[in-house]
């Protein structure tokens, strides 16, 4: 193998590298899900109808919301972050949320809550509790199953947040009830701790892993194989990639070796 081919071998593995690396995360090796079913899709969260202090209300949903009260606004804030997982077409799962003012956080009753209370850390805004692995031998058969998500809980702090903020946070916590886990590899990804975007938009493996979790019956035609690393993907209009973001970095890179040897020949 000649250096021009070592050369182009290398700069192939770093274009397309990445992009094999990308991939969603299971919350748990044993890749537990919601107890829904294409059937009975809907998972139900109680809401203890509170909310943290609430900032730079304007900043999100056009600013409609700016003179809302916190509660009011938290309320949309919890529609819309569930919103972001129920309109992905590919999957059957539905959240949707009913107020519940004596909703607790207790990650064995099976119930969904969505409790804001009172925490000890000044940081963290939220946080998702998901319950899958029971230890206790008397539990029913759906605790003991290790593959289910019988409860998941998110604890939200009352300390003062952005909106903004709250509802990208609130979105990812409710990926973690999905079953998913934080991915290393994809800064676009909603569940990744790298994700430095202000907005509250999945990425495409966000989608894949509801997709992969919770498959819409009769919708296979929408899930394609990208043929150049085999990773499951979903077309998405705001992927870049999926508007030739990468064509001329790409294109540049595989041109290098050549430009290279053309300057190495006549100069
Ligand atoms: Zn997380």
């Known amino acids: 193998m000649n250096f021009r081919s070592l050369a182009i071998g290398l700069i192939l593995s770093l274009v397309l590298g990445p992009q094999s690396l990308k991939a969603f995360v299971h919350i748990s090796p044993s890749k537990p899900h919601l107890p829904v079913s294409p059937n009975n899709p809907t998972i139900t969260f109680q809401w203890n109808g509170s909310a943290p202090v609430l900032s730079d209300k304007g900043d999100v949903f056009d600013g409609i919301y700016a003179d809302s009260s916190d509660t009011e606004l938290m ?24 107020l519940n003012k004596n909703a607790v956080t207790n990650s064995e009753d099976e119930i969904y809550a969505i409790v804001v209370e009172d925490q000890d850390s000044q940081t963290v805004a939220a946080a998702a509790l998901p319950s899958f692995q029971s230890s206790n031998p ?3 058969p759906l605790k003991k199953n290790g593959h289910i998500i019988y409860d998941c809980d998110i604890s939200v702090s009352t300390n003062a947040v952005s909106a903004k903020y709250l509802l990208k946070t609130l979105t990812h916590e409710l990926g973690h009830c999905v079953g998913l886990g934080h991915p290393h590899s994809d800064y676009n990804s909603i569940m990744s701790y790298a994700n430095s975007s202000d907005t509250a938009e999945l990425g495409l493996d966000d989608k894949a892993g509801i997709s992969f979790l919770y498959p819409e019956p009769g919708v296979s ?20 990639r999926a508007e030739g973001g990468y064509r001329w970095p790409t294109l540049f890179l595989l041109l290098l070796p050549l430009l290279l040897g053309f300057r190495k020949q006549f100069l």
């Open 138 to 140: 008397d539990d029913s």
């Open 221 to 240: 035609q929408k899930v394609k194989y990208m043929t150049s690393c085999g990773v499951l993907a979903l077309r998405s209009d705001d992927d870049p």
């Open 75 to 98: 309320e949309v804030l919890l529609k819309a972050a569930m919103g972001k997982w129920n309109e992905v077409e590919s999957a059957y799962l539905n959240f949707e949320v009913v």
